[in-house]
C-alpha cells in the first residue's frame, strides 16, 4: 500500500529550504556591499553630565587604532578592535561600535560614573564608581560626588580595579546609600574614618559628628537617624551634640557638645538616653521594637 503524503511537512520544508537560500543569498550581497562602501562618517554619542571623556578623545583612540577613518573601505577597519581600544580606557565603562551600510561608523560610549572620591592614609586620590570599581581621578573633569579620607588603608594601583578592603566596600556601600536617598544626599557631605576604623559621616546642617560604625545593618541605622532627626532635633537643638552615634542596632547614643562637659556622655545616664531612645523607637517598626 501506498503511504498517504504529508503535504503539511513537505511545505514547511521547502519553506525552510528557501529562507535558507534568501539568507545566503542576502549574506552574499551584503558582504558584496561591504566590499564597496567606505567610511563615510562616524557619529560618537557620549550621553551623561560628567565628561571624563571627550569626543576628541575618542578621535585620538580611533586614529590610534586604525589610523585616519573616513574614505576607508568598511572591510579594512577592524571595529572590534575599536570597541576593544575604547573599553580599555578607565573612564569608559562600555563601548559599541559598528557600521550601517552608507559607511557610517556609530560609536556609543556609556562612561563611568563616581559615586564617592576617596584619598587614603597614603595621600592616593581616587574614586570608586557605581560598579564599586576603583576609577583614577580625572585630569579633565572633576566629578560633584562625596568624599571620603582618614584612616583609610585601601591602595589604588592607578588602573581600573575592585576593592580588597571591607572598609573600602563599607565606603561604598554606604557611599551609594547615601546618592540614592534624597535627604542623605543632600545633608551628607563627607565620610570620615577615625582611628577605631569608624566610619563617621558629616552632615551639612549641624555641627556634630555622626558615628556609622561599619555598613552593617545600613539601613536599620540610617532609618533611626532619620527618625532622631524628626522626632529629636527639633526639640533639642541642631548644636547640642557633639557626636550623634548609631553604630549600634536600634540605639542612638549621643554625646553633648558644652565645653563643661564634653567627658558626659549620653549613654552612661540611661535617664538621659532613655528620652531619646524612646523618640526613636516610636519611629521603628514593631518587628524591630521586639529585637532590641
Known sequence: MFKRINWRSVLKGFAWIVS??????????????????????????????????????????????QGVLIGKKLEQI???EIEQKLKANPYIAFA???????????INV??????????????????????????PISPNFTASVLVANGKIMEHFSGKVDTLITKLAKDLYKTAFYIEQDTL??????????????????????????????????LEVKMRNLHAFYDKAMPKVGWDTYKTINIKYTNQVVCEKNKIDSLSEVARLDSLKRKPIDTMVREEMPEELKDDN
Open 20 to 65: 535558507l537560500a534568501g539568507i545566503i543569498v542576502l549574506m552574499s550581497f551584503v558582504s558584496i556591499k561591504k566590499d564597496t562602501v567606505t567610511c563615510t562618517n562616524i557619529k560618537i554619542l557620549i550621553p551623561g553630565a560628567d565628561n571624563f571623556i571627550e569626543r576628541e578623545e575618542v578621535d585620538a583612540i580611533l586614529k590610534q587604532s
Open 110 to 135: 556609556k562612561q563611568r560614573q563616581p559615586i564617592l572620591r576617596v584619598i587614603n592614609a597614603s595621600d592616593q586620590d581616587f574614586y570608586i564608581d557605581r560598579n564599586g570599581l576603583k576609577m
Open 184 to 217: 542623605w544626599n543632600e545633608q551628607i557631605e563627607q565620610l570620615i574614618v577615625d582611628d577605631k576604623n569608624d566610619i563617621q559621616l558629616v552632615p551639612r546642617v549641624g555641627n556634630q559628628r555622626i558615628i556609622l560604625g561599619t555598613a552593617d545593618s
Open 78 to 80: 577592524n571595529l572590534e
Open 96 to 106: 559599541t561600535v559598528y557600521a550601517d551600510m552608507n559607511g557610517v561608523i556609530h
